[in-house]
């Protein structure tokens, strides 16, 4: 016998209309009275009747969620966070990839695909944001901003970077660090670089900035152009290292195997960190260093902002920042106290 909605108010000790203002947030309920409904749901196996939905309300149930590239592990693990948020509401998520995401919110959008759209990566784009913004359109931005009417969810990048930095250059003998940025035009790298200088304040440090594409081949290609150019200079080494700071963790990971191709030793004669906390960076020889982002906190208060405007909120584009935390592996010496 097919579960409906009185199965889960009775379960949960509360009205039908009640369930129903859970599932489709149409009104707000104490967090008491929505973690009951969503435990019966979850108790009772629930499937909501999609095509029932659809047509009383002419939705689709469908989140769009556009990504630039999933080159990154970061934006898998979000894919997956995003989607178990989502599933409790009866909502399926739809997931392209697409070099302009914002054009492709536009055109699915014109098709009548989804509900709302979540969007990673991207540049912003002018014409996409004319059309957002005279047609409006449920979105949310997670990880970097693309326009003024579109709320965002992100790290604290700057603070990220001021913590990284602060741990690279609490080695005693820091002396040279090398910052591997991500494309400079784009605000979580400028917020990044702010905080990369902030640590560096007031201190007598050698620094260079080389700029990457958030890939691992572009910052082997970072380190090692920078080792090849400094060949006559000292060599780093354990009572002088190099440090490095990177934007992201591919770039980081891709450093430390320039490191090794020259026989330097990362952890050792190279200290690096990165930023992002991508499982993988746990896993890397030596482990990682670097900053977390807190994954499923972010994508948490994304989709809850858009199902909020789905539901006809309003928004007024405005800008959310996680503190995330500085894991201290051994890629950096560990901690120089």
Same mark, same amino acid.
């Given at each position: 016998?097919?579960?409906?909605?009185?199965?889960?108010?009775?379960?949960?000790?509360?009205?039908?209309?009640?369930?129903?203002?859970?599932?489709?947030?149409?009104?707000?309920?104490?967090?008491?009275?929505?973690?009951?409904?969503?435990?019966?749901?979850?108790?009772?196996?629930?499937?909501?009747?999609?095509?029932?939905?659809?047509?009383?309300?002419?939705?689709?149930?469908?989140?769009?969620?556009?990504?630039?590239?999933?080159?990154?592990?970061?934006?898998?693990?979000?894919?997956?966070?995003?989607?178990?948020?989502?599933?409790?509401?009866?909502?399926?998520?739809?997931?392209?990839?697409?070099?302009?995401?914002?054009?492709?919110?536009?055109?699915?959008?014109?098709?009548?695909?989804?509900?709302?759209?979540?969007?990673?990566?991207?540049?912003?784009?002018?014409?996409?944001?004319?059309?957002?913004?005279?047609?409006?359109?449920?979105?949310? $931005?997670?990880?970097?901003?693309?326009?003024?009417?579109?709320?965002?969810?992100?790290?604290?990048?700057?603070?990220?970077?001021?913590?990284?930095?602060? @741990?690279?250059?609490?080695?005693?003998?820091?002396?040279?660090?090398?910052?591997?940025?991500?494309?400079?035009?784009?605000?979580?790298?400028?917020?990044?670089?702010?905080?990369?200088?902030?640590?560096?304040?007031?201190?007598?440090?050698?620094?260079?900035?080389?700029?990457?594409?958030?890939?691992?081949?572009?910052?082997?290609?970072?380190?090692?152009?920078?080792?090849?150019? @400094?060949?006559?200079?000292?060599?780093?080494?354990?009572?002088?290292?190099?440090?490095?700071?990177?934007?992201?963790?591919?770039?980081?990971?891709?450093?430390?195997?320039?490191?090794?191709?020259?026989?330097?030793?990362?952890?050792?004669?190279?200290?690096?960190?990165?930023?992002?906390?991508?499982?993988?960076?746990?896993?890397?020889?030596?482990?990682?260093?670097?900053?977390?982002?807190?994954?499923?906190?972010?994508?948490?208060?994304?989709?809850?902002?858009?199902?909020?405007?789905?539901?006809? $909120?309003?928004?007024?584009?405005?800008?959310?920042?996680?503190?995330?935390?500085?894991?201290?592996?051994?890629?950096?010496?560990?901690?120089?106290?």
């Amino acid at each position: 016998m097919a579960i409906t909605i009185r199965d889960i108010a009775q379960r949960a000790g509360v009205s039908v209309a009640t369930v129903s203002r859970v599932l489709n947030r149409t009104k707000p309920v104490t967090p008491a009275v929505r973690e009951a409904v969503l435990a019966a749901v979850s108790d009772l196996d629930y499937v909501p009747s999609r095509m029932a939905q659809n047509l009383r309300s002419s939705r689709t149930h469908t989140i769009s969620f556009i990504l630039s590239s999933i080159e990154n592990p970061f934006f898998p693990e979000l894919i997956e966070r995003v989607t178990q948020t989502v599933s409790p509401f009866g909502y399926d998520v739809r997931v392209s990839i697409a070099s302009s995401p914002l054009a492709h919110v536009v055109a699915l959008h014109k098709q009548k695909a989804f509900d709302g759209a979540l969007v990673v990566g991207g540049d912003p784009d002018p014409e996409s944001l004319e059309y957002i913004n005279t047609n409006p359109i449920p979105i949310v $931005a997670i990880d970097r901003a693309l326009g003024p009417h579109i709320p965002v969810f992100t790290a604290d990048n700057g603070q990220g970077a001021f913590e990284c930095t602060s @741990h690279l250059l609490s080695h005693p003998n820091a002396g040279h660090i090398l910052h591997i940025q991500g494309p400079a035009h784009l605000p979580i790298c400028q917020d990044r670089e702010a905080g990369f200088l902030r640590a560096l304040d007031g201190r007598n440090v050698a620094v260079v900035d080389v700029e990457g594409d958030f890939t691992a081949e572009s910052g082997r290609a970072a380190l090692d152009s920078y080792l090849a150019e @400094h060949a006559g200079d000292a060599a780093p080494s354990p009572s002088a290292p190099l440090l490095v700071f990177a934007d992201n963790d591919l770039m980081a990971i891709g450093a430390m195997s320039a490191a090794a191709t020259r026989s330097f030793t990362p952890g050792l004669d190279i200290l690096v960190a990165g930023f992002d906390g991508i499982d993988l960076a746990q896993w890397v020889t030596p482990a990682l260093t670097t900053y977390n982002q807190p994954i499923a906190t972010i994508a948490a208060a994304a989709v809850n902002k858009l199902l909020e405007l789905i539901n006809g $909120a309003t928004t007024d584009g405005e800008i959310v920042e996680f503190e995330g935390e500085l894991v201290v592996r051994q890629s950096s010496g560990g901690n120089h106290d």
